[in-house]
């Protein structure tokens, strides 16, 4: 049986698969029936199938990353403040994203994401 990783690690695992576009590791740092929603709102995603086909949808997205640009840890939650490089419709571009994280016996189990404005060109640092 494998240790059981705080949730500073599960989260900066995830960040890593994410970033590496690997599927079977992003959904391992996941608990089998997490969810996933819009900050106070709707649900995106419930379980590995749904997760993998919004992650998959994604990852075909070449520029795609994800840049860690603070992170607070209160308790089993850990709050992410990102920059996502993404290729939008509209060309190159990035938005700025909040991502609270609840890991329960080492996974994953709730995670809820509010979603900036997009800027199109280039990464630069968000102001402010």
């Known amino acids: 049986m494998a240790p059981v990783l705080p949730?500073?690690?599960?989260?900066?695992?995830q960040l890593?698969?994410?970033?590496?576009k690997d599927i079977?590791?992003?959904?391992?740092?996941?608990?089998?029936?997490?969810?996933?929603?819009v900050l106070h709102g709707e649900r995106l995603a419930q379980g590995h199938a749904q997760m993998r086909e919004?992650?998959?949808a994604r990852f075909a997205e070449p520029d795609l990353?994800?840049?860690?640009?603070?992170?607070t840890?209160?308790?089993?939650m850990v709050v992410d403040y990102e920059l996502i490089t993404r290729n939008f419709p509209?060309?190159?571009?990035?938005?700025?994203?909040?991502?609270?994280y609840e890991v329960v016996g080492g996974r994953i189990q709730r995670a809820s994401f509010a979603t900036g404005a997009k800027?199109?060109?280039p990464p630069a640092l968000p102001a402010g």
């Open 7 to 13: 949730p500073l690690a599960v989260v900066q695992a």
């Open 16 to 20: 890593d698969a994410y970033n590496a």
């Open 24 to 37: 079977d590791a992003l959904l391992a740092t996941y608990a089998p029936d997490a969810e996933q929603y």
């Open 54 to 56: 919004r992650f998959l």
């Open 65 to 71: 990353h994800a840049r860690l640009l603070s992170r």
């Open 73 to 76: 840890l209160v308790g089993a």
């Open 90 to 100: 509209e060309g190159l571009g990035t938005v700025e994203m909040l991502c609270v």
């Open 119 to 121: 800027r199109l060109g």
